[in-house]
């Protein structure tokens, strides 16, 4: 059971903003040349890492657009992953998720935009109450065009709120899928004490923010 209160991992942080802290092996994995994901029965699929996988899977499946958001990991440099080793800070991967989407109904673009907007986009190695370079912001891409696009709406978010943006940049290399208790773990537990105090607010603020990208029965 997610807590509400965490405690800071004394792991390395991965943060961009401090390259002289990256772990060679992290330096690896941000450096990588991207994987791309090639399109399935028309459907692409994107990654994103922002706090606790169980709050972005929701915000993802309200969209329109969107078939199918699994959660696992990604960005780190094991490929002995699970969430008890994600939890340790020591592996650099992060809670993330595979958004499955109709890239002729949603692009890539506009799931660039959820993701800002729905993270507090300035807080450094987690979300919220979830702290730890495991809950840290990373915006995946799979070519130089989706680079560019994370890229200039980055630049762009930080003129306009006059801060540092705290998501990085990483080429996609390869996704772990989580356990299966984690899999639409708001839609099947929403009385759970953390979903109630955090995931569902933060659900209903990206609401509220975004209400024409929601799909017709998410819109109440």
């Known amino acids: 059971m997610k807590k509400l209160i965490y405690i800071l991992s004394i792991s390395l942080l991965f943060s961009c903003h401090n390259q002289a802290q990256v772990n060679p092996k992290q330096q690896e994995v941000i450096d990588a040349e991207p994987v791309v994901v090639p399109l399935e029965n028309g459907k692409a699929r994107a990654y ?32 002995d992953i699970n969430y008890k080793k994600s939890n340790t800070g020591r592996t650099g991967h992060a809670e993330a998720v595979e ?54 709406k980055k630049v762009a978010l930080a003129k306009q709120l006059d801060a540092e943006i705290a998501a990085e940049i990483y080429p996609f290399q390869k996704f772990y899928e989580g356990e299966a208790y984690h899999q639409d773990f708001e839609k099947r537990n929403p009385n759970q004490s953390y979903i109630r105090a955090v995931s569902i607010p933060r659900l209903n603020r990206f609401k509220a923010k975004f209400p024409e990208l929601l799909k017709d029965d998410e819109k109440h």
Do not use: M
């Open 48 to 79: 994103f890492a922002s706090g606790c996988f169980w709050c972005v899977e929701a915000i993802y499946e309200s969209v329109k657009g969107v078939d199918e958001v699994i959660n696992g990991y990604s960005g780190g440099f094991t490929t």
């Open 99 to 152: 958004v499955i989407y109709d890239p002729e109904v949603v692009s890539f673009a506009t799931l660039v935009d959820v993701y800002f907007g729905s993270q507090n986009p300035t807080q450094v190695n987690g979300q919220g109450p979830d702290k730890g370079s495991q809950y840290r912001s990373i915006i995946f891409y799979q070519d130089q065009d989706q680079k560019k696009i994370v890229e200039e």
